[in-house]
Structures are given as C-alpha cells and as structure tokens.
C-alpha cells in the first residue's frame, strides 16, 4: 500500500499529512519543489534522453519503412533533423499508404523557381518563350498555367524550398503515425501531436515554428482552412511555445564604423582579403544583406549618379542599384549611395573602381540595365566573383558570383583582419553595422530606409522623392570617411 495509510511495520499508522491533503483538494498552494539535481545526475540525464532520441528515431525510420512496403522503402533517402525525414517524397508516391488521398496536394514540389521567377525581371522575354498570345486554350488550362507560373512566387523560392523540407517532414511523420489521410486538411489537434513529437525528440523552437509555418503554407497554397486560424492565434502559439522551450540566441554584433574606416585603409597582399574588406565596406555602408551583396553586378555601381540631379559639388560619388529587395514588393528598386571621403586613403568609392580593374570587370558595351533596371543583366559580371588562377598563376575572376555563404566567410574574415571576434560575427552584422551607425549619428527614419530599402510605414512614403543628394548622403556621412 502506498500513501498517508501507509503502515510502518511495528508501529502505529502513520499521520495523513494535512499538508499534502491540502494541496490535493486544491486549498493550499503547491509544496516547495525538489531540490536540484546534482550536475553529475543531470549530466547522466541527459545522456539517458539522447539515447532515448536516437533508439526512438530507429524505431521511426523502421516504421516508416514498414509503412511504405519494401519496394517503395529501398529508394527511400533520409534527412537528418530531430525526427527523420524522407527527403525524396517523389520516389515514394507510389506507395499504397498514399492510396485514396490527394497526391499532388499532399506531395508535389513546387520550391523550385518558376520560368517567370528564373528570367529576373525580363518577363515579357520569358513569356514570349512560354508561348505568348499564341498559346491561348480554354480557361481551364489559362487558370493551369498561372497556378504554374505565377501562384507560387506569393512566396520566394527560398522560402519555398524551406516549407517544402518541413512539409516532408510532416508527411514522414503522417506515414510514420498512419495519420496522413489527415495532414490536409489538417486540424488543429494533428499540429499539436506533430509537436508534442517534435518536442520529446528535443527539438529546437525555431525548428517547430518553421513546421508550422510549412502546414499554414501548405494550406494556403491549395486555399485550405489552416489548422492555426483566427486573428493572432499563430503568435499565441508562438508566445507559448517560447516560454517553454526559448533559449537567448547567440548575439551577432554589428560591424562598427571604426572597423570600416580601418578596413578601407588597409592595403591586403591578396585578392581575397582585398575581396574580403571591399564586400565589408560595401554592405555595411549601404546596409545591404549578403544576398544583395552575392547578387551586384559590374553595371549596379551607378558612379556619379547624384549628379544627373543637376546639383554641383557631388562628382566621385556612387549609387547601388538592387533590383529586387526583400521588402520591394513592387519591384521599384533602391539605390543605395556611397560619397566621396574626406580621406582619400578611405575613399570606397575610388577602391572600387579600383578593384574593378584590378579584376578586369567591364560592363559589357551591350549593357541595357539603364533602360531594364528591373532586370538582371546577362552580360555583365558579378562585382565580387570567385576567383581562380588564369595565365602564369595570376588571381583572375571566374565569372561566377560568390555565394552568400561566401560573402558571410569574407564579412567574417575582414572583422578578424581588423581585431575582432570571429565568431560573434556574421553576415547580417554589415547591414546591423551600417543600421546602428546611422541611428547613433541622429539619421531620419525615412533617409535612413531609402538606404536600407525597409518597409514603408507610413502612407506617404511611397510618395516622397527626395531632392537634395545631401540628404541621401547622410548615412554616408555618419561613417566619418
């Protein structure tokens, strides 16, 4: 027997503890908790749980396998994440676990980027090739072509491949579970089971969240009731979930306009440190992301832009063009602008016409980006590519872009070259550097956002054109070059 009857062999029955009844009938608050473990426990602990984990996915790719039936389990290739996952759901379609249910909706990949998305502005070229006028059928088969072509860009090609490995782990689970007949539509409940899942296999918030955010884009996209609906319900469930399983991040500190200024006066005795700080400069100056950085080619460094405003005394200086920013939802374009310094030796205007010389890049004579700014050019070179070795061992350009993980590498390596830690850096910490300086030298919100292309917020601000290129150099000159 257990409990306050509990009796003490050769002795009288014990007393019910007054407090613990208490507690029990909801009168009295509940009792002081245990003391902590001892590290040495915890630490045994949580061994115990990792090893729980890693038996519990075996048992998963084992069931999932069984699920599918042989055939379909021998092209199976798995994902590592905190439950595993078929990677190549197209392999597995066939399989009989799939029978009665929607395939297309349940399985296809729409991640990668459309014919449209892939010409980079030059759409009209694009649906020339796609057939034109020319190609016209019945309504059904135009309301094919744009679900094809157009309705998956509501979202970028980025973000879509992101949902669609979270997708597949909801469908792996769904196999795994014998619940698939219920991932679309899905209820409420089911997402709270594929997270409780998640959760006990030690998974991190972020990591959750972004299942979620591939289920309600799932049903988005086929225009499904989500399981998280209603005015705010996805940051309550968000604010739960956080004050559960959040944990502080690694703080990323900004690029500080002093390691700019050191960076721009320093002479490298290699292309990829001189590579490094120009790309350092470059986007924490004009507050770029590296995806921005990765993409700028030759023709997108317009040089004495701010002249064609017809006002004197700005020669020397220059205007980035980004076609295409996160939050240029309208595809307008910014221009970001760089001055000319004070200090010729930190003039990042004059060293990057220098490095285009250095490098050989030209904007080819055929150049149209004036006329086309929406479009990327397909003649021109990347401003930062990849290099190699050409004739008698020299440094020469590829003619391939850097990745942006490349462009992260090279933030990371100039930080270092100028005295700091590595590794509280990366590649968003250009554009916080370039952000956090213009606020400590007191720029207007709205200047500051014509250089880092933020959102508008204001109704106005779409309409507003300024006139005075002292103006747009203030996040300039809050640098001191």
Not at 217 to 246: D, K, N, V
Not at 254 to 262: D, K
Not at 371 to 378: D, F, N, S
Not at 450 to 460: E, N, Y
Request: net charge positive; proline share 7%.
């Amino acid at each position: 027997m257990s409990g306050s009857r509990r009796v003490v062999a050769g002795g009288p029955p014990k007393a019910p503890d007054d407090r613990r009844q208490s507690f029990l009938l909801g009168w009295a608050p509940e009792p002081a908790p245990a003391a902590a473990p001892a590290a040495e426990s915890s630490a045994q602990e949580r061994a115990a749980l990792r090893s729980q984990v890693a038996s519990s996915k075996q048992a998963f790719r084992s069931t999932v396998a069984v699920r599918l039936g042989p055939e379909v389990a021998r092209r199976i290739r798995w994902a590592r994440g905190p439950l595993p996952v078929i990677s190549n759901l197209r392999d597995v379609r066939s399989a009989h676990v799939f029978d009665g249910l929607d395939r297309s909706r349940l399985l296809d990949d729409v991640s990668a980027p459309t014919v449209l998305e892939r010409a980079d502005g030059d759409w009209e070229m694009a649906v020339f090739h796609l057939g034109g006028p020319t190609r016209v059928g019945s309504v059904a088969e135009l309301t094919a072509r744009y679900n094809e072509h157009v309705w998956p860009a509501r979202s970028r090609p980025p973000t879509r491949d992101k949902n669609w490995r979270y997708w597949s782990l909801v469908v792996t689970w769904g196999v795994a579970r014998r619940h698939c007949e219920h991932l679309l539509p899905m209820s409420a409940d089911t997402l709270k089971a594929i997270s409780w899942d998640l959760i006990v296999h030690v998974a991190s918030r972020s990591l959750v969240m972004a299942v979620w955010a591939a289920v309600q884009a799932r049903h988005t996209a086929y225009q499904l009731p989500p399981p998280i609906a209603g005015r705010g319900e996805f940051s309550a469930w968000a604010r739960s979930l956080s004050l559960i399983t959040g944990r502080p991040l690694s703080l990323k500190l900004p690029v500080h306009r002093s390691v700019v200024a050191w960076l721009l006066r320093h002479r490298p005795d290699s292309i990829a440190t001189h590579r490094a700080r120009l790309v350092t400069s470059l986007a924490t100056v004009a507050c770029l992301r590296v995806s921005e950085v990765a993409r700028i080619q030759v023709c997108d460094l317009w040089f004495d832009h701010l002249t064609s405003y017809g006002v004197p005394g700005y020669e020397g200086t220059c205007a980035v063009h980004i076609p295409n920013r996160k939050n240029d939802a309208e595809r307008k374009g910014h221009w970001p602008v760089l001055g000319r310094s004070v200090d010729p030796s930190a003039d990042l205007v004059a060293q990057l016409q220098t490095w285009l010389r250095l490098m050989d890049l030209r904007v080819h004579l055929e150049c149209d980006k004036r006329r086309h700014p929406a479009a990327r050019c397909l003649l021109c070179p990347p401003l930062f590519p990849r290099t190699t070795r050409g004739a008698g061992n020299k440094v020469v350009s590829s003619g391939r872009p850097c990745s942006r993980q490349m462009i992260s590498d090279d933030i990371r390596a100039a930080v270092a070259a100028a005295g700091a830690c590595p590794h509280r850096f990366s590649g968003v910490s250009a554009r916080k550097g370039g952000i956090s300086t213009a606020i400590e030298a007191g720029v207007a919100e709205d200047i500051l956002y014509l250089q880092s292309g933020h959102g508008v917020s204001k109704a106005g601000r779409p309409y507003m054109h300024i006139r005075d290129p002292a103006r747009l150099l203030e996040v300039f000159e809050a640098f001191g070059l």
